[in-house]
């Protein structure tokens, strides 16, 4: 009872890239490293996640991003639809694009691709992917809200006119999820970007992922400990600010190119501790950041 199918001209037009930042959500590393260097060949900027809660993570970090390209299929409890919809609260006008090599999943039913989804098939070629980008990305910003659209010149605009403090990134790690909580929410109250993790292995994809300016990190974390992550971020991002954050500062006493935080500690000791291992101060005050910075640092 359907209608017949319409033959079609196939697009047989030169491929072409762009300039936009892609978010690759792909957990097999060997896909994941084609998929980056093709797309990275094809000019766009590219971040990756290697499952759908690292890259809910990365979404949350406030870093631009104007497409979502996820497989399907992916581990853990987060699956890539429910990844999808909380990107989109998120980021009203990000593209999304679903990749999968399975018929039936969760968004392709009976033969049937979920309405107003987009999904690119594997295996796919590199004109395959640089098509459906350019397709994905066009209906973007021809069904794109007023609102939207004005909500993103908002944000280029505000980005532009911030001053460097403002748009810092930290990277929060703490295991304490009261505490991980409130220091969150007072850093993003003094301006900054924050991307926040329980242990040090959560904290890797964001690390290698997302631009970090400091690190602020608990002493004592499962798994790997504070120190020893402080030093593969160094490796990883040479000049990232270290902030330790603990209740003994006696531990990390020989961590000379680092500043100490001793808990419990406040909203300004707090920011002119981050500012302070980014080389700034606080300019409202600089008589009391410079006080809050040696305070931080007695225990060395």
């Not at 009872?1 to 037009?13: L, T």
């Amino acid at each position: 009872m359907e209608s017949e199918d319409v033959e079609v001209v196939a697009d047989a037009s030169p491929i072409s890239g762009g300039t936009e930042t892609v978010l690759v959500v792909e957990d097999d590393d060997e896909v994941r490293g084609t998929v980056v260097e093709l797309l990275t060949d094809l000019g766009y900027s590219v971040l990756k996640a290697v499952d759908a809660a690292s890259a809910l993570n990365v979404v949350e970090s406030g870093v631009p991003i104007d497409i979502l390209f996820t497989d399907v299929v992916m581990p853990g409890t987060l699956k890539s639809p429910e990844l999808a919809r909380k990107a989109k609260e998120r980021l009203p006008d990000l593209a999304v694009l679903f990749t999968s090599g399975y018929t039936e999943n969760s968004i392709v039913h009976g033969g049937k691709l979920d309405a107003g989804l987009e999904l690119l098939s594997k295996p796919y070629t590199r004109e395959a992917l640089a098509r459906k980008f350019r397709q994905v990305l066009a209906n973007r910003q021809r069904s794109g809200s007023p609102a939207a659209k004005a909500a993103r010149d908002a944000r280029i605009e505000a980005d532009r006119r911030l001053d460097t403090p403002a748009r810092r990134t930290v990277l929060l790690v703490e295991d304490d999820a009261l505490i991980r909580a409130n220091t969150a929410e007072m850093l993003q109250g003094s301006g900054f970007v924050v991307v926040d993790a329980a242990s040090a292995e959560d904290a890797m994809t964001a690390l290698q992922t997302v631009p970090i300016d400091a690190l602020v990190t608990d002493v004592n974390l499962p798994g790997v400990s504070g120190p020893d992550f402080a030093r593969t971020a160094r490796a990883l991002r040479p000049g990232v600010g270290i902030v330790f954050a603990t209740g003994d500062t006696a531990s990390v006493a020989d961590e000379t190119d680092a500043i100490m935080l001793e808990k419990p500690y406040g909203l300004d000791a707090l920011a002119a501790a981050v500012l302070a291992s980014l080389g700034e101060t606080i300019l409202a005050d600089p008589l009391e950041a410079a006080t809050a910075t040696v305070r931080l640092t007695d225990a060395e």
